[in-house]
């Protein structure tokens, strides 16, 4: 399965540019991340859900559920 992360950045006016400086990762790491085909092997790791979790101000355990939940491909 697959999460639709730019849907969730579309749903919550985020941009990468955005999650990058809030959570103080590089800009390119987060982008790259983000952009990346997934599949079984190569999923959302946790320092992209930490950034998505900072950015939100909500705990990585929301985040991932709200991402389960309504983003699943």
């Known amino acids: 399965m697959e999460i639709d ?3 969730y950045l579309d749903d919550n006016d985020l941009t990468i540019y955005h999650v990058a400086k809030s959570a103080g990762y590089g800009y390119s790491t987060i ?21 998505l979790a900072q950015t939100m101000h909500q705990s990585m355990w ?6 389960e939940t309504n983003y699943l491909k």
Not at 62 to 67: I, M
């Open 62 to 67: 929301e985040v991932l559920r709200e991402l």
């Open 5 to 7: 992360v730019k849907a």
């Open 31 to 51: 982008h790259k991340s983000f952009n990346k085909t997934q599949s079984d092997a190569t999923s959302l790791n946790l320092r992209d859900l930490d950034a």
